[in-house]
């Protein structure tokens, strides 16, 4: 389990939900999902932007954080029990349909990531069809798995992402991915089974809860092998900053690190 932020709250008495949602997109949160939080007379207090269920949250292992944020912001970290978020990935994206927003690619064999780690395929459960996500994010699904093979040489998946659906986000998504700035594919997971590796863990065993379209897969060969056409005319400019976009979730992920060494000395909220 590893210690993730699970909500971000916007004091309403110090900013407006506006400004709040300003700052979680300006720093790569996910703001799909909010709720809201009264005090005793009704009055609305706080702006709550959850990024994934409460539910995954390992009990006791609460904490809130006050500290590095700006005036009016906190957030709720806990140890997340209900699935691996490291971008664990032999998959390779090899190619996609225009028309049709299929994208299909397949788990090459099982290697060592770059954290050490080797998923077995075949150790591998799961139900059709599994979401299909962006960057692990549980607030934005853009769409499903809709067909998965497992053999000796890996996982071979078929993947649609919505069409119509009016959503910017997704279209934001497919774009990325016809510009070539998602690249890789990525497994979430819940492990039951696990051996020791000289280089680190090897998962024998493991329940498969969602696919993503990450930035940078674990596995250093993950990347899109073959493109099929589209009309480069329908990229416009702001396209150009998506890259610069991608690159700051590296920067949260420090920030992730920072906090979660920022918990050990923390003690829960009464």
């Known amino acids: 389990m590893s210690v993730e932020i699970q909500c971000v709250w916007i004091d309403l008495t110090v900013m407006s939900e506006e400004q709040g949602a300003e700052w979680c997109a300006d720093h790569n949160f996910s703001t799909a999902d909010v709720r809201y939080r009264d005090d005793d007379t009704g009055e609305t207090t706080h702006a709550i932007f959850a990024q994934f269920s409460a539910d995954e949250v390992a009990e006791g292992t609460w904490r809130s954080v006050y500290d590095n944020f700006p005036e009016g912001i906190s957030v709720t970290t806990g140890e997340r029990k209900s699935m691996s978020?490291?971008?664990?990935?032999?998959?390779?994206?090899?190619?996609?349909?225009?028309?049709?927003?299929?994208?299909?690619?397949?788990a090459s064999t099982p290697e060592v990531d770059r954290e050490g780690d080797i998923v077995e395929p075949k150790g591998g459960r799961f139900k059709l069809p599994l979401p299909l996500l962006a960057q692990h994010d549980h607030g934005q699904p853009v769409g499903h798995v809709v067909s998965a093979s497992v053999g000796d040489e890996g996982i071979e998946i078929e993947a649609q992402l919505v069409k119509g659906s009016g959503l910017p986000y997704v279209e934001r998504v497919w774009k990325q991915v016809k510009a070539g700035l998602l690249r890789g594919l990525s497994i979430g997971f819940m492990a039951d089974g696990v051996e020791p590796t000289k280089s680190g863990r090897r998962f024998t065993s493991w329940s498969w809860h969602e696919l993503s379209l990450v930035t940078i897969p674990a596995n250093a060969s993950a990347g899109i092998s073959a493109v099929k056409a589209y009309d480069i005319d329908d990229i416009d400019l702001d396209e150009q900053l998506l890259e610069a976009e991608a690159k700051s979730l590296d920067v949260k992920n420090q920030a992730l690190a920072a906090i979660e060494l920022i918990n050990q000395t923390l003690k829960p909220k009464r």
């Open 85 to 106: 978020e490291k971008a664990h990935s032999t998959f390779v994206i090899k190619s996609f349909d225009e028309e049709e927003r299929i994208i299909r690619g397949i």
